[in-house]
Structures are given as structure tokens and as C-alpha cells.
């Protein structure tokens, strides 16, 4: 008779003096077979558990809503040329200059000019139940996104829940020790961001940590837009769609954009296109 245990990668064999050769044999090689498994399925479970995805997108095939990205107007932050991205200041200080106050008034006014065009010719598919604009709580943003919603709302343009909502995963990147400085030294995490986008160099928020954030945010808005009532005005007709536009800043939304494009990581979001000021990109979903 034979009892065996396998502890810690040990196999222990207990016998007793009559076992048959050819069962002993066949036992330690089942022994050695065991033993030689055992390290590879650790590693394969260590490698497994490890893995994260980091873009929220990157398997989605559609979205059901339309979604646009708003960078906020000039700030005094900008005219101030510094880098302000601490919520304790950013979302108290640091508002639009005049200039930005305008720019994005005009925002509001195209946009609302176009959707209202859009909307009115027989030859468009995009019937949307109205505009859902989700904000940056950071001042600069926030009064983008109400200069721009009073556009359209003095078009009669619905809006999803009658207001702006704040989110505060739109905030801006956090720039750590970096923060209050001069804006030229954004550069410096720009370049370390392409050789590692999990990087923290100067106490920053990863540019990964952002995608991350951002491409969860996406998929819960559109399955929240879904579910809204139908009617923009309240009424159970109309299509399910929004227009879902996204206020808030620079680096944020240069990230967010490698969501849509797929991107397995952020680490070339400089390469894309750079959005300036008050300017909305539509954001389509690379099939």
C-alpha cells in the first residue's frame, strides 16, 4: 500500500516493505510530473492576475450616444502661463479671462447654429433627444460649460437634466510638484510619458491613470444616456441618443482621445492633434 501528499512542491511517499517495483516507478514519475507543473501554473496565474486594462474602449465595438470633447476658453491660468491643476485651487480659482468667457460663448453659439440646422434637414440621420454636457468641477471649465449651455438653451436645444452636471473624473491631470510653476515645464512629462505611461516623475498623475478614468466615465455615460427617457422634453418619443459633450482641459482630453482610437496605453497622446481653446472634436469610436 502507498499513501502519497504533495506540500509546497514536496511529495512525500509513505510505503511499506512488499509495494511493487513498477507501481513505486510509476508513482514517482506522476511525482516528477507534478512537481514539474506546479511553477509554470503559479507564474501563468501571477502573470494572469497582474494583467489590468487600462482603456475601457479598447473592446467596445459601438456606442450608442455621440460624444464631443469642449476644451475649456483661455483662463488666467493661461494668460498667467502656469500650471494649475490642484482641486483645492483649480476649482476656486484660475476661472476664464474675458477672452475665454467669449470664446466660449462662441462655441455655444456655432454649435447651437449647426445642431439646429442639422436637426431641422430632412436629409439628416442625426436625430438626437438633445445635448447632455458633462464638465470639469475646475472653475475654467465649469464656466465654459454654462456660457456654452446658455447658448443653447436660447435656442430651445434640450438639455439632459435641464443643466450641466459636474464630473469630477474630467478634472485635469494632476501635475504634482509641477503645480503653480511655469506651463513649459509640462514638456518634461510629456516626454517621459512616451517612454512610460505609468510613470509618476515629479509626484504626477500617470498618464495610464488618466485613460484609465476617462474611458471608465465613457461607458457608464453612454449606458446612462441610454436608459434616459425618450423625449427631450420629458416624453416617451424620440431617439436615444445624446449629444454628449465633454468640458474640460488640455492634457485630459488628448489622453481621452487614445480611448477612442483604441490605443492600448496613453503613451502617445501628444502625437494627436492638439486642441486648442473652446474647441469641440467629435469623438467617433474606431471600429
Not at 255 to 260: K, L, N, P
Request: net charge negative; hydrophobic share 35%.
Amino acid at each position: 500500500q502507498c499513501l502519497h501528499a504533495i506540500t509546497n512542491n514536496h511529495i512525500h511517499i509513505h510505503i511499506t516493505p512488499l509495494f511493487p517495483c513498477k507501481m513505486l516507478l510509476s508513482l514517482l514519475l506522476f511525482a516528477t510530473t507534478i512537481v514539474s507543473i506546479l511553477p509554470a501554473t503559479r507564474a501563468m496565474s501571477t502573470t494572469t492576475s497582474s494583467s489590468k486594462i487600462i482603456n475601457h474602449l479598447i473592446q467596445r465595438t459601438t456606442l450608442t450616444q455621440s460624444f464631443s470633447a469642449l476644451r475649456h476658453g483661455q483662463s488666467l491660468a493661461n494668460v498667467a502661463k502656469i500650471i494649475s491643476s490642484d482641486p483645492k485651487i483649480s476649482t476656486v480659482q484660475h476661472g476664464l479671462s474675458d477672452v475665454g468667457k467669449g470664446q466660449a460663448r462662441e462655441a455655444g453659439e456655432l454649435f447651437a447654429q449647426e445642431y439646429v440646422k442639422s436637426s431641422q434637414s430632412s436629409n439628416s440621420n442625426n436625430k438626437y433627444q438633445g445635448v447632455a454636457i458633462f464638465s470639469s468641477d475646475f472653475t475654467r471649465a465649469r464656466e465654459t460649460a454654462s456660457l456654452f449651455a446658455e447658448a443653447l438653451t436660447r435656442s430651445k436645444i434640450p438639455l439632459y437634466t435641464g443643466d450641466i452636471i459636474l464630473e469630477r473624473r474630467l478634472r485635469e491631470r494632476y501635475f504634482g510638484e509641477l503645480n503653480g510653476g511655469p506651463d513649459t515645464r509640462y514638456q518634461e512629462v510629456w516626454d517621459e510619458d512616451i517612454k512610460d505611461a505609468d510613470h509618476n516623475e515629479f509626484d504626477v498623475e500617470s498618464a495610464n491613470s488618466v485613460l484609465d478614468r476617462t474611458t471608465k466615465l465613457i461607458n457608464e455615460l453612454d449606458e446612462q444616456l441610454l436608459q434616459a427617457p425618450l423625449g427631450g422634453d420629458g416624453s416617451s418619443e424620440g431617439s436615444s441618443c445624446w449629444k454628449c459633450i465633454l468640458v474640460a482641459h488640455g492634457d485630459v482630453l488628448q489622453i481621452m482621445q487614445t480611448g477612442f482610437l483604441k490605443h492600448d496605453d496613453a503613451s502617445r497622446h501628444r502625437s494627436l492633434q492638439h486642441l486648442e481653446t473652446a474647441t469641440i472634436r467629435e469623438l467617433p469610436l474606431v471600429s
